[in-house]
Each structure stands twice: as C-alpha cells, then as structure tokens.
C-alpha cells in the first residue's frame, strides 16, 4: 500500500465525474487572493466563488512575498484579474512565535539544527497587513486600476473584516 492510495482513490472519483476540462484557466471572478495555508481557511467558499473564479497564492502568514507579488503580476496581466484580497486570519502560528522560537520548535522536531531556515513571523499583524497592501499597489505592473485590500479572516466566526 502506498502512502497516498486513500488520495489517490478519492481522485478517482474526482476524476470521474470532473466536467472542468474545457476551462482556460483564467479567474472568471477576476480575483487574486493571498492568504495563509492554514487549514481552516476555505478561501473560495468564504468569498462565495467556486471553481475557475480566483488565482490564490497560499503561504504561511498570507503574505506578499516576492514570489506572491510575480504571481499577483501574471494574474493581473495575464490572467483576467482586476481585484486582489490580501488576507491573513486570526490565531495565526506566524503571529505566535518568534523566528528563534520557530527554528527551535523546527530543530527539536528534526533533530537538527535549524537556525539557518527563515521564516516570514509576524509581530504585528495589521501593521504587516498595511506594508504587503502597500506593496501590491506600488507594485510597478500592478496599475492604479486593480483593487487591492487588506482584510483578516477570523477562523472562530468565518468573517472576513476589511482592514485596508
Ligand atoms: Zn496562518
């Protein structure tokens, strides 16, 4: 048995009544979103959009690093988007902890040292929120056109705030 089988049968499934095969690929919703990869976040289902609607770009924290911002670039430019929400969310582990706290956690759980491995942590969250927005709409191929905003997801209600 393979360490994948249950997924890979669930996909059989999928597959066999899957009806998605003549889509192009751009977001029909003309939405970009940046949120974190953490599991209780649903981020079509939260917005109502369904598939085909939305690029989504998913890290640890939600936030706008440089691989975000090429990917918010082709969605903008090639891919139909017009309004990009940047969304971290509430009790997120990136808020929690230090990057030293983060490394050490990591090392004790891998049994080495893991000092050398960045994270983006976050000490203050809306201050965040308020630079990656701020570096979406300075983005110089991201026109004044785009909608960007900031909002927090809190995971205990399922509302979604606008924060900037
Ligand atoms: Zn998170």
Avoid at 86 to 113: F, N, W, Y
Avoid at 114 to 124: E, G, L, M, N, Y
């Amino acid at each position: 048995m393979g360490d994948f089988d249950d997924l890979l049968a669930a996909n059989a499934e999928y597959a066999a009544r899957f009806t998605g095969g003549d889509f192009d690929g751009v977001a029909h919703a003309g939405v970009a979103i940046v949120t974190c990869m953490d599991s209780r976040i649903e981020p079509l289902r939260m917005l109502g959009l369904r598939y085909g609607d939305a690029k989504i770009f998913r890290n640890p924290g939600g936030r706008v690093t440089e691989a975000a911002l090429e990917a918010l670039v082709l969605g903008v430019h090639l891919l139909g988007v017009e309004r990009i929400l940047v969304i971290p969310h509430t009790k997120c582990a990136m808020t929690q902890s230090t990057e030293q706290e983060l490394q050490d956690r990591v090392g004790e759980s891998a049994g080495l040292d893991a000092s050398w491995q960045h994270f983006h942590v976050i000490d203050d969250q809306l201050a965040t929120l308020e630079e990656d927005v701020a570096r979406v709409r300075s983005h110089p191929l991201v026109p004044e056109t785009v909608a960007v905003g900031g909002f927090v997801y809190d995971v205990d209600t399922g509302r979604l705030s606008q924060h900037c």
